[in-house]
């Protein structure tokens, strides 16, 4: 109940503020400036009986929606976007669809400038998790097997949450880095995932080798303190092809600083006209509290766009 409260407030307040803005804009003359995207990927491939080639027959589907709500005047710079993205993908023979992307996201950077420089300081939050359940597959066992799959996340589990103080390099909405010296971080997860019977003998052994997302056993959510670098960058390639960069890196001063954790993702968007776009993203991910390994992520596909 805790967790749906923190996210209720975590995107009512920007939008509540955005609606205060709405009854007042006439009387600010630099002021709010939105925009949101809407698209639609969909790949299919089909093979008939006689097929000789080989082949499954398969269709997958991503659905993606960024949205900016920024805020200029005088001095003062306030960036927010929120980000959802969810995908499937479907084999013929496969009993189960299974996810291709999920995402949740906020970023909210807060800027004062440094006299008539590019430099703020800076106050950022930024909130992730999921929309939908994980799972892991069993290869040795078949679709109707009792554990075939078992469910690993599902929203707000995990959950993170990181803000903190720092400076803002900002040339534009475009390009920025944020460096935080001092950033708090937690991590939230439903404590059915880190339930341990510590009378079993070796119970409390086996989970703190595989700790769930570095929570300790029979607990909700881990305090993290470090430092966070995050920068974004967007531009023109040629004409209707454009290229955005995000990268996030953070280094946990209480735990294996050397370990830092790295969220980078390109997006190429090449346009056919106002409704029809050819979007390539990439996405790779370092996060030794979730997996010990680069998580990688690659998506092609010709969709529908909608600005607004």
């Known amino acids: 109940m805790k967790k ?34 809407l698209s639609l990927l969909f790949n299919q ?24 709500f920024n805020y200029k005047h005088d001095k003062l710079s306030w960036n927010n976007r ?17 996810k291709t992307n999920d995402r949740l996201e906020l970023n909210s950077i807060l ?24 799972y892991e597959f069993n290869s040795d066992l078949n679709p109707e097997d009792e554990g075939y799959r078992t ?3 599902h929203i707000l589990s995990p959950a993170y949450i990181q803000f903190g103080p720092g400076l803002l390099w900002k040339k534009s909405d475009n390009l920025y880095v944020n460096i935080s010296p001092a950033t708090a971080k937690f991590i939230l997860v439903d404590k059915d995932f880190t339930a341990v019977d510590e009378s079993v003998p070796g119970a409390l052994d086996a989970y703190n080798e595989n700790k ?69 993203t990439f996405q790779a991910i370092y996060d030794d509290n979730a997996v010990q390994g680069f998580q990688i992520r690659e998506a092609l596909g010709v969709g529908l766009t909608y600005g607004f």
Do not use: C
């Open 212 to 280: 769930y997302f570095g929570v300790d056993a029979n607990e909700t959510s881990r305090f993290e303190f470090g430092a966070s670098l995050s920068g974004y960058a967007k531009f023109d390639v040629m004409a209707n092809i454009s290229v955005e960069n995000i990268l996030n890196l953070y280094s946990n001063y209480l735990e294996d600083p050397q370990n830092v954790d790295i969220d980078y993702t390109l997006n190429l968007v090449m346009k056919v006209n106002k409704y029809i776009t050819t979007n390539v």
């Open 82 to 98: 929120l980000i959802g993205e969810y995908g499937l993908t479907k084999n013929k023979d496969d009993k189960y669809s299974r």
């Open 111 to 134: 800027g004062k400038q440094i006299k008539e420089s590019n430099w703020y300081y800076s106050l950022f939050l930024n909130f992730k998790t999921q929309f939908a359940k994980g």
């Open 4 to 37: 749906l409260l923190l996210l209720a407030v975590v995107f009512t307040i920007p939008m509540a503020i955005v609606a205060q803005d709405e009854n007042a804009k006439d009387t600010i003359p630099n002021g709010w400036t939105r925009a949101g995207n």
């Open 45 to 68: 491939a089909a093979f008939n009986h006689e097929w000789t080639g080989g082949g499954t027959s398969n269709y997958s589907g991503n659905l993606s929606l960024t949205y900016d």
């Open 151 to 153: 469910e690993t996340t």
